[in-house]
């Protein structure tokens, strides 16, 4: 049974493995419904699917911070708290370990479904000899897209609007110009039309970090002035909190 397996499918690692485990398996119809009937379950009936994963997600989560997570983005299904656990799992960068590793986390969550970039990098300081020589790293959003969920192609940016959060987030502050940072769109007919619409999507990323709209200030769309910057015009946002917790230099 396993030469007439090898024969018919590709060696492509874990499948090769799951036939091999079938074949050696007296009777391999009842797995075979089995799996059906879980992937059905977990990933196909919408009565079941989505309070399946919630659970799994409430179990890998702490109870605070699961009632956070809802309040934050209370528009759920079921796929995704599956990129939540995902996100939470797949995160080797030390950046991570620093102040704002969870809010890294919840920024990438919430604005994977908008297909927009939550920020232009993750920075931090690696010390190799454990003394004093410092070499600094930097890790792109589409570094992280490409680790987490495959090729970046699977998950293009929005065409139209908001697309990047031009600001750098290292391991104890978010990086800004003084006290102001861009949002990076597409489209500047499109932005200006409905500029109030993605004004929501600047209120959801400062949301996140526990600000409110009296913390900051939105500009009106401006053109792109010269081809340094990446994308049809800028929104230009002022930071107005005294005492930021996220940015300490301000």
């Not at 190799?128 to 589409?142: A, F, G, K, M, W």
């Not at 987030?169 to 990086?175: G, K, T, V």
Request: a neutral charge.
């Amino acid at each position: 049974m396993r030469a007439v397996f090898r024969q018919s499918a590709d060696d492509s690692g874990p499948f090769m493995e799951i036939l091999e485990f079938a074949a050696a398996v007296e009777n391999v119809l009842p797995i075979s419904l089995t799996c059906r009937k879980w992937n059905f379950f977990l990933n196909k009936n919408p009565v079941t699917c989505e309070r399946m994963w919630r659970r799994i997600a409430q179990k890998a989560c702490e109870a605070q911070e699961f009632e956070e997570l809802e309040r934050i983005y209370p528009e759920f299904y079921f796929s995704a708290w599956k990129d939540l656990i995902r996100i939470k799992e797949v995160s080797p960068w030390k950046v991570y370990h620093g102040k704002m590793g969870k809010m890294i986390h919840r920024l990438f969550w919430v604005f994977l479904i908008e297909r927009i970039e939550p920020y232009l990098g993750l920075c931090w300081k690696e010390d190799l000899y454990e003394i004093r020589d410092y070499i600094e790293y930097t890790v792109s959003p589409h570094s992280e897209m490409l680790r987490r969920f495959g090729p970046p192609g699977l998950f293009p940016t929005r065409e139209r609007g908001i697309f990047r959060f031009d600001v750098c987030i290292d391991e104890s502050l978010i990086r800004l110009k003084g006290r102001f940072f861009e949002v990076a769109y597409w489209d500047h007919t499109y932005t200006v039309i409905h500029f109030q619409e993605e004004c929501q999507k600047i209120h959801k990323w400062f949301n996140v970090l526990g600000l409110t709209e009296n913390d900051y200030k939105i500009a009106r769309p401006k053109r792109k002035r010269h081809d340094k910057l990446n994308g049809d015009g800028t929104i230009r946002v002022e930071v107005v909190l005294d005492n930021w917790e996220y940015a300490p230099h301000l």
